[in-house]
């Protein structure tokens, strides 16, 4: 009996997970008229046929962007969302002072007094900073023994991320001079060695974290290094085939082709954190849910008009690189957001 009873015990408390689960799924509600289409940009005009990276200052107008074809940083002058000139300011591909071997984030320094724009280049685990007055590399700073794959920026620090996690922590904490200031845990009970590179955002309270690999949300809480996690809309875990296996004390995952992936982009809005939803990995998406920043509760999607791979947001600006089919190329497309 006591046997039976536990097993019961067991069954139950399994639903009542379950159900808790579920209930952190919403369907989505869907609100119009809150993205504005401003312009777009076609990097294929100025030879940019890869333009992996970008970010956007709505202060200055100005967007940076890494092009693969080229190997190179440029930026982009824009008046009233038009392109005007592009200048190339990166040193080419190298291990040197601003030369960059395989930059996999970008991020700008959120403040109007000596803006710094920052470049992860994984394959030489360094973090590059250039000067946004004068467009000139300043200087890089490689972290002890963690490689950084994602970074975001504030006014006072360099938020950086290492996929597969660290002794010194997941995320490390830097300020502009390069001096580690604090780092944090991801408390996940089982550490996962899959390579799960998501996207993550920063503001002087909370870090931000969307899962590429999982249908998952999370934010930190810098003073109380709290974690919340929630799940993001139409998580697809049931349908995504996962072999495990342990080295260690790692676990080891093995996605099968058809695991749907969730987001390809982050960023930050008023009282919101947005992420763009895709499904499949390198796959391309219209849809913004909109979550709120402290509780990550849903609240609701936008559409785009443009299928897309790449977010940012800056103010109220939302930059986005996607695919044209009418004009049969990659273009980045800008809008204004607004909620009432």
Same mark, same amino acid.
């Given at each position: 009996?006591?046997?039976?009873?536990? =097993? +019961?015990?067991? *069954?139950s408390?399994?639903?009542?997970?379950?159900?808790?689960?579920?209930?952190?799924?919403? !369907?989505? *509600?869907?609100?119009e008229?809150?993205?504005?289409?401003?312009?777009?940009?076609?990097?294929?005009?100025?030879d +940019?046929?890869?333009? *992996?990276i970008?970010?956007?200052?709505?202060?200055?107008?100005?967007?940076?962007?890494?092009?693969?074809?080229?190997?190179?940083?440029?930026?982009?002058?824009?008046?009233?969302?038009?392109?005007?000139?592009?200048?190339?300011? %990166?040193?080419?591909?190298?291990? %040197?002072? %601003?030369?960059?071997?395989?930059?996999?984030?970008?991020?700008?320094?959120?403040?109007t007094?000596?803006?710094?724009?920052?470049?992860?280049? #994984?394959d030489?685990?360094?973090?590059?900073?250039?000067?946004?007055?004068?467009?000139k590399?300043e200087?890089?700073?490689?972290?002890?023994?963690?490689n950084?794959?994602?970074?975001?920026?504030?006014?006072? &620090?360099?938020?950086?991320?290492? #996929? +597969?996690?660290?002794?010194?922590?997941?995320?490390?904490?830097?300020?502009?001079?390069g001096? !580690?200031?604090?780092?944090?845990?991801?408390?996940?009970?089982?550490?996962?060695a899959?390579?799960?590179?998501?996207?993550? !955002?920063a503001?002087?309270?909370?870090?931000?974290?969307?899962?590429?690999?999982?249908?998952?949300?999370?934010n930190?809480?810098?003073?109380?290094?709290?974690?919340? !996690?929630?799940?993001s809309?139409?998580?697809?875990?049931n349908?995504?085939k996962?072999?495990?296996?342990?080295?260690?004390?790692?676990?080891?995952?093995?996605?099968?082709?058809?695991?749907?992936?969730?987001?390809?982009?982050?960023?930050?809005?008023?009282?919101?954190?947005?992420?763009?939803?895709?499904?499949?990995?390198?796959?391309?998406?219209?849809? =913004?849910?909109?979550?709120?920043?402290?509780?990550? &509760?849903?609240?609701f999607?936008?559409?785009?008009?443009?299928?897309?791979?790449?977010? #940012?947001?800056?103010?109220?600006? +939302?930059?986005?690189?996607?695919?044209?089919?009418?004009?049969?190329?990659?273009?980045?497309k800008?809008?204004?957001? %607004? =909620?009432?």
């Amino acid at each position: 009996m006591k046997t039976l009873s536990l =097993i +019961l015990i067991l *069954v139950s408390f399994q639903k009542n997970s379950i159900a808790q689960n579920s209930q952190q799924v919403a !369907e989505r *509600v869907f609100k119009e008229n809150i993205f504005e289409v401003k312009n777009l940009f076609l990097p294929d005009d100025h030879d +940019l046929f890869r333009p *992996v990276i970008s970010v956007f200052d709505s202060e200055s107008h100005k967007q940076y962007v890494y092009d693969y074809s080229q190997k190179n940083l440029f930026m982009i002058n824009l008046k009233n969302f038009d392109a005007d000139n592009l200048v190339k300011i %990166g040193l080419g591909e190298g291990s %040197g002072p %601003g030369e960059i071997r395989n930059p996999t984030d970008i991020c700008m320094s959120k403040t109007t007094n000596n803006k710094k724009l920052i470049v992860i280049d #994984t394959d030489l685990s360094r973090v590059n900073i250039w000067d946004i007055e004068t467009n000139k590399f300043e200087k890089s700073f490689k972290p002890k023994k963690f490689n950084p794959f994602r970074v975001a920026c504030t006014s006072s &620090d360099i938020v950086i991320y290492n #996929t +597969l996690g660290s002794k010194r922590g997941d995320y490390l904490v830097y300020d502009y001079k390069g001096n !580690e200031l604090n780092s944090f845990n991801d408390p996940q009970k089982n550490r996962n060695a899959f390579l799960d590179s998501g996207y993550i !955002e920063a503001d002087s309270e909370y870090i931000y974290y969307a899962s590429q690999g999982r249908p998952t949300l999370k934010n930190i809480d810098r003073s109380s290094k709290k974690f919340v !996690e929630r799940f993001s809309i139409e998580p697809s875990a049931n349908k995504n085939k996962i072999s495990r296996s342990t080295e260690g004390e790692y676990i080891m995952e093995k996605k099968s082709e058809n695991f749907i992936y969730q987001s390809r982009g982050i960023g930050l809005y008023d009282n919101y954190v947005l992420v763009l939803f895709s499904g499949r990995k390198d796959a391309f998406g219209n849809i =913004i849910d909109f979550y709120d920043k402290k509780s990550l &509760d849903y609240k609701f999607s936008s559409r785009i008009d443009l299928y897309s791979q790449q977010m #940012t947001i800056s103010d109220n600006i +939302l930059l986005v690189r996607g695919y044209d089919r009418e004009l049969n190329s990659t273009v980045f497309k800008y809008y204004t957001i %607004g =909620i009432d």
